[in-house]
Structures are given as structure tokens and as C-alpha cells.
């Protein structure tokens, strides 16, 4: 049901039913009552898949880190305004990717260069600079860890508008409802910011798909 | 029949990738173009999601509980930041206005009760003198009057016995019809005054011994 009062979620999370065991709604309840363990609980829950969105927005681990940190803030301290509409999933997903989004329009404005894209084409979008490595692949593991730079780098050099629609759908696994929530745009909106993103990744990917 | 463009619309928007209608299953296996599309966007999902995730660190929730604690005591102490003290200032302001507002209002309210309770006293025709200095101590006169009118309301004394006239008036509470005036000694501009004692000129010479006073004798002289 989508509509669900906070006094219905509103369980003793201390008696019968363990935290494990609650919902996050029941647990947002919880907290907005000022219950610490069950705000352990929900950043147990979802330290890791905020901390995994944000590093693949930003490509910066420790900001990454600092930005998921202040979105379980949030959450603790908006606890009494929280709607419980949706799913929490993607009441958290939305400030975290209102944090990251900020934070990319800050370095935007500061001119913040990554080091693997100094250039910038006529759009203003940062080109990728990706010269050729001619050393020879020692192990699979090498060979992961060059994949996975490769893709960050590829999400990084997507425009802002495109990153958190395809992280949301290809990397978190989001569907297409949750992400049209998460980033308050249309359902079609979000379906032709990934295909769009899909094509631009599939051009920058095309040598490990 | 679907189009080739409405076809990978729709690989493009599924669930999953190998999750396909069947009619756009029966498309690819007739139409290349469509089947290279159909496995490119395989792969590269299957690219994005096999990417390693990273983790949250080991000390993520021994930050998060300390920043969360700062941001407590910033919230306890958020009235104390430079707009609090412009709130703060504002509230105190807008108290001594209303303090004073009040005491002025009371001001005016007092006298023109008290304008209104001493007027039909004043012309009273049978004034009332208390017998004895008890029963006026008792009727507790105000120190505000200025005015040889009366000392208190008279309606508000109460009295044990007091003789109006030639008659001893029941014990009850004075009212304007009474017609009593109370005086009361020393409020009412009756004042005692004290004049200091002045010596002026010579005073005569007497001789003091001993503490009795003593007579000269003759053929003594001092």
C-alpha cells in the first residue's frame, strides 16, 4: 500500500520483533522516535549501496564517503518529516544524488580537472584521454582492475543528467519507477536518459563489451 | 509486427536482459542488426554490473556517529548564532514594549479608578469620626494619597464598633452611603514637625558640681 501512516509502521521494535526483522519504514519510525538502534540499523543496511552510488557519480572514494555520511544525517534528522509514499530506498537514493549532483556543480564551478580528462569538446562535456597502454596484461587481476578503471572513467565522462539515471539503473539495479521517483522526472524521461547514456557508454566500452 | 526501432526500444527498457517478449525474441532471430543490438546491450549491462562495487570503510559508522553528535549540539545551540542573536535581541525589545505599554495602561486605569471611587466619599453629608486611634489604624490607609479627602475607599474598611453620631453602627463594611469620612494622622498632609532647639546669645553661668546645682556664696569668687 502505498499511503502508509507512521503510526501503523510504528512498532516496539524492543519487544517482540527484532530490528533485523522490521521494515525500513517501521525502522524510520522508530528513529523519528529517537531510537538509536534502529538508525544503526538502517545505515547497516545501506552504508555500502550509498557509498558504491556516489563513488561511481563522483569517482572519488573518501568525498564519496563524506557525501554518504551527510546523507545518513539527513535522514536522521528529516526523520519526522519523512512521507513513507515510497520506498525508503528511493527517498535515500534521492538525497544521496542530490548530494552528488551538488557536489558536481561545485566542481564545475570551481573548474575541478580530473586527470583523465583535461579536454572538453565543443559541448562543454569533458573528452576522455585515454591514450593506449602497450604493456602487456600480467594477470587477470590486471585485467579486472583496467575494466573497472574504464568504466568508472566512462560514468565520469558522462553528462550529469545521464550518470545518475544509468548508475541508478545499471549499477544499483533501480527500476525505472524508483529512478523516475528518485530523480523527480518522468518515467519516459528516464528511459531516454539511459538509452541515451547506454550509447554514449557503448561507444567508450566498446573494446571489453 | 514490430519495427526494428520499436523492437530494441523494448530490449533496451527490459527488466533484465534475457527477460524478452516473445515477439521481440521471434524479431532477432530474424533480423541481425537487431540481435547485435539485443547482445550489446547485454553486455554492457552485464559490464556495468559485474563492475566491483566499493564498500563503505570499517570506521563509517564511528564518523557518521561523531559528525551526527556535532550536528546535535549545533542544533542545541542553533539560537546562539548571529541570526539568534538578532531574534533574540528583537524579543527582548518587543517585551520592554509591552512591559512599558502595561504599566502605562495601569497608569491611567489606576487614577481613574480611584477618581471614581473617592468621588461620591467626597460629598458625603455625615462625616464620621472614629472613636478611638484602633479603629482608624485599622481601616490600613494607602500612602499614595496626596489629598485631605480620605485615606482608603471607605467601602473596603471593615470596622469592629464605631459610633456615628450619637449611634453605634452595626459591624459591617462602610459604603458610600455611610457618609463617613476617615481622617487618618499622618496622611492626610497632617504632619508633625520637629524644629531643632537654636541657642542664640549669652546663656546664664551656673555652677555645676557634682551634678546639684550650687548656690555662690558670698566672698567667693571664681
Redesign the interface.
Known amino acids: 500500500m502505498a499511503a502508509v501512516t507512521h503510526q501503523a509502521q510504528a512498532i516496539e521494535l524492543s519487544g517482540s520483533r527484532s530490528v533485523e526483522a522490521a521494515s525500513d519504514h517501521e525502522l524510520l519510525a522508530a528513529i523519528r522516535d529517537g531510537d538509536e538502534v534502529a538508525f544503526?540499523e538502517i545505515?547497516?543496511r545501506y552504508?555500502?549501496p550509498i557509498?558504491?552510488f556516489v563513488?561511481r557519480m563522483l569517482d572519488d572514494?573518501d568525498r564519496?564517503?563524506e557525501l554518504?555520511?551527510?546523507t545518513?544525517?539527513r535522514v536522521?534528522?528529516s526523520a519526522s518529516r519523512y512521507q513513507a509514499n515510497y520506498s525508503f530506498s528511493t527517498y535515500i537514493y534521492r538525497i544521496a544524488t542530490n548530494l552528488a549532483i551538488s557536489e558536481l556543480r561545485k566542481r564545475k564551478r570551481r573548474k575541478v580537472v580530473s586527470l583523465f580528462s583535461p579536454f572538453t569538446n565543443d559541448d562543454g562535456d569533458p573528452i576522455e584521454l585515454d591514450p593506449p597502454d602497450l604493456n602487456m596484461l600480467q594477470d587477470e587481476t590486471l585485467i579486472?582492475n583496467e575494466?573497472?578503471r574504464a568504466?568508472?572513467r566512462a560514468?565520469t565522462s558522462l553528462p550529469q543528467k545521464y550518470r545518475a539515471a544509468?548508475v541508478l539503473r545499471?549499477?544499483e539495479?533501480l527500476?525505472?519507477d524508483q529512478i523516475a521517483h528518485t530523480l523527480s522526472l518522468s518515467e519516459g524521461t528516464v528511459?531516454s536518459r539511459?538509452?541515451r547514456a547506454?550509447n554514449l557508454?557503448?561507444e567508450k566500452?566498446s573494446a571489453?563489451? | 509486427m514490430n519495427s526494428c526501432k520499436e523492437v530494441r526500444k523494448l530490449i533496451d527498457q527490459a527488466e533484465k536482459p534475457d527477460l524478452l517478449a516473445f515477439a521481440v525474441t521471434e524479431h532477432i532471430e530474424r533480423c541481425s542488426d537487431c540481435e547485435r543490438f539485443a547482445s550489446g546491450r547485454a553486455g554492457l549491462r552485464k559490464l556495468l554490473a559485474s563492475t566491483a562495487r566499493v564498500s563503505a570503510p570499517v570506521n563509517f559508522e564511528a564518523v557518521l556517529n561523531a559528525r551526527l553528535a556535532e550536528v546535535k549540539s549545533r542544533r542545541l545551540f542553533r539560537w546562539l548564532s548571529a541570526p539568534g542573536y538578532v531574534r533574540l535581541g528583537a524579543a527582548t525589545a518587543g517585551l520592554a514594549i509591552m512591559i512599558f505599554a502595561a504599566q502605562y495602561a495601569g497608569l491611567f486605569s489606576k487614577e481613574s479608578d480611584r477618581a471614581a471611587q473617592t468621588r461620591p466619599i467626597a460629598t458625603a453629608s455625615e462625616p464620621a469620626t472614629p472613636q478611638s486611634k484602633s479603629d482608624v489604624t485599622a481601616a490600613s490607609p494607602t500612602n499614595e494619597r496626596k489629598d485631605n479627602s480620605i485615606a482608603q475607599p471607605v467601602n473596603t474598611m471593615r470596622r469592629r464598633e464605631v459610633v456615628l453620631g450619637k449611634r453605634i453602627a452595626p459591624a459591617a463594611v462602610f459604603t458610600a452611603e455611610d457618609g463617613g469620612v476617615v481622617i487618618v494622622r499622618g496622611q492626610n498632609g497632617e504632619t508633625d514637625i520637629q524644629i531643632p532647639t537654636v541657642s542664640v546669645g549669652a546663656q546664664p553661668l551656673l555652677l555645676v558640681g557634682a551634678g546639684r546645682r550650687v548656690a555662690p556664696t558670698s566672698g567667693t569668687s571664681f
Open positions: 544503526q545505515v547497516r552504508r555500502n557509498t558504491n563513488y572514494y564519496s564517503v554518504a555520511q551527510e545518513f544525517i536522521y534528522t579486472a575494466r573497472r568504466v568508472a560514468i544509468i545499471d549499477v539495479g527500476s525505472y528511459k539511459i538509452n547506454r557508454l557503448k566500452l571489453y563489451i
